[in-house]
């Protein structure tokens, strides 16, 4: 079990390796300042043994999959990406994002050394209930393009500070086209 525990396993087929590992690699969890590293199984595996024995029940389908060869080009996966991240997002949801928070427990977090931005909003998700995944999907890998579009849209009916995603801008530039591919 330990063996299909690690990173190098999960990257070993290609369908990981081509795609969201590399994706993973231009982000925070794969290098950063102090060189601490989340690996697939950090993020995607849990730590206590029988949830960790039920992942791995569940990954046995996956592999079923990937031997049948479902996702053989990047075309493919893009067209069931959107599926693909729902599932892992109802997970963490399921699990109030447990892989998270081995290493980021509301609990560990020193909200006073955090930007404004950051702060205010840790608070508000731990007084509302918010799990990790609720603000963070598409920290270690893409979001899909789809739930980008729709997710976008949905926030601007309910009138979302775009700050909740776009860090910094309270809201969108009233007499200019935004272009929503910028970072801030």
């Known amino acids: 079990m330990e063996v299909t525990n690690t990173e190098a396993f999960c990257i ?8 969201v590992y590399q ?20 993020c995607h595996v849990p730590n206590e043994w029988t949830a960790k024995l039920v992942r791995k029940v569940q990954a046995t389908n996956e592999l079923f999959y990937a031997v049948r060869g479902s996702i053989t080009t990047r075309e493919k996966f893009l067209a069931k990406r959107l ?31 955090q930007r404004m931005e950051a702060s205010s909003q840790h608070l508000q998700g731990q007084q509302e209930g918010d799990t990790c995944i609720d603000c963070h999907r598409g920290i270690a890998h893409e979001l899909p393009e789809e739930f980008i579009a729709a997710e976008h ?9 775009c ?12 007499d200019e086209e935004w272009d929503w591919d910028k970072d801030d």
């Open 153 to 161: 849209e949905r926030y601007e009916k309910e009138e979302v500070p």
């Open 83 to 113: 599926d693909l991240a729902h599932k892992v997002w109802k997970s963490m949801e399921k699990t109030d994002s447990r892989e998270c928070r081995n290493c980021h427990g509301y609990g560990f977090m020193d909200i006073g050394k």
């Open 23 to 42: 994706e993973y690699k231009k982000t925070v969890h794969y290098s950063n300042r102090t060189g601490v590293r989340a690996t697939c199984p950090d």
């Open 163 to 174: 700050s909740r995603c776009h860090a910094g801008m309270a809201r969108a530039p009233a």
């Open 12 to 19: 070993s087929c290609h369908e990981m390796r081509d795609n």
